[in-house]
Every structure is written in C-alpha cells, then in structure tokens.
C-alpha cells in the first residue's frame, strides 16, 4: 500500500501562471481533503471531496482556487494566477467511507516567485 | 466559531524531563487527533482519542481526553532528543464519520541533550 501519493513534492511557479497539485488517496480511501499549512502555522481546511463530488468547500477562497475528484484519477487543487501569497505547503489527507481516521500525503510546497 | 487552542506555542526542555502540551477546543468533539511533524515532512498519526477519559500511550507520550472539559493532554515522560519536533492536536467535527479537522496551531517542542 503506497499510501496518500502527492506531486509534485515541490513546485515553483511565477505570479500569474497556474499550479496543478495532484493527490491519490490510499487504496480504499474514497474521502480526500486538502489543507493549506502557511510557515509556522497550524493547518487550514480547505475542501473535502468524495469521488465526482465537492461535500465541503467553504475553506476555499472564492477566487482562483478550484479542486475536483474525478471517477478516476487523482484529486486536483487547481490555483489560477498565483501570488506570492499562495506559497504555502499543501497537504493531502484521505480517510476510509466507513471508520475513522486520516492519512497525511508527504505534501507539494508552492513557492511563487 | 469553533477554535482550538493549544499550549504552550513553543517549548525548550532538557532531556530527561517531564511537559504537558494542552490543547482545548470550543465545541463538542468525541474524536481528537494528535499529530506530530519534523520540519520539512508531513503529518504522522500519533493518537486517536474517541471517548471521554480516553487515554493512550505509546513510549514516551501520553494523551488524555476530557470532553467534559473540552481538554486534551499531550504528556512527555523522560524527554529525549528524537522527540523535537511540532506537536498538533485536531478536532473531528463530525461525530459518525471523517469530516474535516479543525487544527490547533501547534506546539514547537526542542528537547536539548
């Protein structure tokens, strides 16, 4: 078992291009969330996706940020026309339909410059 | 709006001896995560506490839950080197399943030889 699987581990955009994070949960998984941590800080909400559903977005700004879950493939954070602000380590997690428990993909760390 | 809180933000301790990270939160939660994080890396799973009086250890570390008190406790017995590293608590906000997790802003602990 793989575990939750995030690349690109680092990615380092200009301001104004786009970032595609990508994420496969564990096997088995079927819930994926995605969370913002800025440095030093705790970590933020931001969506929960079930597979072809968005449950959960109100962590989400309202602008810019899109995520998607497809039937298959990988889970998408998607960041149009990043600013400096948008650095920050994104982090993946997954957790079973039933039961309870989350795991932690590595991580992909936005740098914009 | 539900906050969780945890203290201290930074701790420096010799080896050898004993701490207590505290975390509290603002609304009713079964489930409480704690998590530890090494620079640069991602999130592992150290306890899942589910009920009232829930208490767990492994080592060095032990963690308590009073949901009464909306408190849990992260206590480090006989501190050593390895264990430096950022500590967080998490709150489940669903009570039946995984939900999203609201996060404490963690504790920078730095154990010295």
């Known amino acids: 078992n793989a575990g939750v699987m995030q690349n690109p581990r680092h990615l380092v955009r200009r301001r104004g291009q786009e970032a595609r994070l990508r994420c496969s949960p564990m096997k088995g998984h079927s819930h994926v969330y995605w969370y913002r941590q800025l440095p030093e800080e705790g970590l933020k909400f931001m969506v929960y996706?079930?597979?072809?559903?968005?449950?959960?977005e109100s962590g989400m700004p309202k602008e810019r940020f899109s995520a998607e879950f497809p039937k298959e493939g990988p889970s998408i954070l998607r960041i149009q026309q990043v600013v400096r602000g948008d650095s920050a380590a994104y982090f993946c997690a997954s957790s079973p339909t039933t039961g309870y428990g989350y795991t932690f993909g590595s991580g992909t760390r936005l740098t914009v410059v | 709006e539900l906050k969780v809180e945890q203290n201290p933000l930074f701790l420096s301790m010799q080896e050898g001896k004993n701490y207590t990270i505290y975390c509290n939160y603002s609304t009713t939660s079964d489930r409480l995560y704690w998590y530890r994080q090494d620079p640069g890396k991602s999130l592992e799973s150290l306890f899942v506490?589910?009920?009232n009086g829930a208490v767990k250890q492994e080592g060095r570390l032990m963690a308590s839950l009073d949901t009464k008190a909306r408190l849990s406790t992260l206590h480090i017995t006989a501190a050593v080197h390895d264990l430096s590293a950022t500590y967080f608590c998490a709150v489940d906000l669903a009570m039946d399943s995984n939900y999203q997790l609201i996060w404490g802003a963690g504790t920078k602990l730095i154990i010295k030889p």
């Open positions: 996706l079930q597979k072809e559903n968005i449950i959960d």
């Open positions: 506490l589910l009920s």
